[in-house]
């Protein structure tokens, strides 16, 4: 069966655009929890923009689903996620300027931070899993070097503007699914899925997704336990039997 890890990072992007204590990230997460969320995403950014020290240690101490934190390879944000043992670390690019993680980590690139970062993480046991294009390359590389997972960056098929460059990029997401299961990981997805395009992707045989910002949006008007649930019965009703 899919699971869904609800991302409350934008709960977070509200507080601090009054530098305020509301909404509080962590009560949000209950929330998630309560209208059947599988897990919870969030993302400690190096300039702590919006989930901050606090938020993390206290959602390790009340979350009671699986804790997903997505982080840089940077030597802090590991010392930080050993410190608190998350069950899983997503490690994801970084940039200052971004608005949001937009693309997939290189790997093969970073080969040496990142696997010196993985080889960390499951020494204080933990599970690590890599946001990646779904390139074969890049997947194999994060088999290489210790993840237990991957989570393939479904923004290009969000992006996608015609019926012809949407089918691409599922096709895509297709070979990458086989690609990281034939290296003996488990496959994730997300970026950019909302309610009105989830449904092909949530066809793919994807063991996991994180959603975010499509979730929050949506608990503006109707609350985030029944957010949670509509995009849960989305997921179930269009995966794979």
């Not at 003996?184 to 009105?196: D, Q």
Request: charged content about 25%; some cysteine; hydrophobic content about 45%.
């Amino acid at each position: 069966m899919v699971l869904l890890g609800v991302n409350i990072d934008h709960v977070a992007t509200v507080r601090q655009a009054r530098r305020t204590d509301e909404p509080d990230p962590v009560w949000a997460a209950v929330e998630a929890e309560l209208g059947g969320a599988d897990g919870i995403t969030f993302h400690l950014r190096e300039d702590r923009r919006h989930v901050n020290d606090r938020d993390a240690r206290m959602l390790k101490e009340t979350v009671a689903v699986k804790l997903n934190m997505e982080m840089s390879v940077a030597e802090e944000i590991v010392a930080i996620a050993v410190e608190i043992k998350p069950d899983q670390c997503t490690l994801v690019p970084e940039r200052r300027e971004e608005v949001t993680t937009e693309g997939g980590l290189d790997v093969i690139r970073h080969r040496e931070r990142v696997a010196a970062a993985v080889l960390r993480l499951r020494d204080a046991g933990m599970l690590v899993s890599a946001f990646i294009e779904p390139i074969a390359d890049q997947i194999r590389a994060s088999a290489d070097i210790g993840c237990h997972a991957v989570e393939l960056w479904t923004g290009r098929y969000a992006h996608s503007a015609t019926p012809a460059e949407r089918e691409a990029t599922l096709n895509e997401l297709r070979r990458g699914i086989d690609a990281g299961r034939a290296a003996g990981l488990e496959v994730h997805g997300g970026h950019g899925l909302t309610y009105r395009n989830v449904a092909p992707v949530a066809a793919l045989p994807f063991a996991e997704f994180n959603i975010g910002h499509s979730i929050i949006s949506r608990a503006v008007f109707i609350g985030l336990r029944e957010a949670v649930r509509e995009m849960k019965r989305l997921l179930v009703q269009h995966a794979l039997a």
